[in-house]
Nanobody
Framework: QVQFVESGGGLVQPGGSLRLSCVVS????????MSWYRQAPGKEREFVSR????????NYKDSVKGRFTISRDNAKNTVYLQMNSLKPEDTAAYYC????????WGQGTQVTVSS
C-alpha cells in the first residue's frame, strides 16, 4: 500500500524557515521522480518542486525559486523541502507525491506564515 507521511509544518513568521519531510512506502522510491505540491484554502492543489531519481535535476515553481530547496535521501525513502524566506502567500497544506502517475495523497502538513 502506497503511503506518504508528510511532517515538519507549523506556524512561522514571515522571513522564517521550515524543513518539510515526506517518508514514502509502498513502491520503489528510487525509481521515481518526486514532487512537492501545496494547496491553499479555496484554491486548487499546485506544483511546487520536483526532483529526479538521484537528485541530479530539480525544478521549482517560479514564485519559490531561490527560497525553497528540494532534496531526497534514497536510503531513507524520504524527500525534503527546505523553505527559507517564507511569505504569507506560502501558507498552504503541503503534500508530496510522485512527479507523474500520481498516487493517493497523504494527509499533508500545514504551513502557516503569519506575524
Amino acid at each position: 500500500q502506497v503511503q506518504f507521511v508528510e511532517s515538519g509544518g507549523g506556524l512561522v513568521q514571515p522571513g522564517g524557515s521550515l524543513r518539510l519531510s515526506c517518508v514514502v512506502s509502498g513502491f520503489i522510491f528510487n525509481n521515481y521522480d518526486m514532487s512537492w505540491y501545496r494547496q491553499a484554502p479555496g484554491k486548487e492543489r499546485e506544483f511546487v518542486s520536483r526532483i529526479s531519481t538521484v537528485g541530479a535535476r530539480t525544478n521549482y515553481k517560479d514564485s519559490v525559486k531561490g527560497r525553497f530547496t528540494i532534496s531526497r535521501d534514497n536510503a531513507k525513502n524520504t524527500v525534503y523541502l527546505q523553505m527559507n524566506s517564507l511569505k504569507p502567500e506560502d501558507t498552504a497544506a503541503y503534500y508530496c507525491n510522485t512527479a507523474t502517475s500520481l498516487r493517493a495523497w497523504g494527509q499533508g502538513t500545514q504551513v502557516t506564515v503569519s506575524s
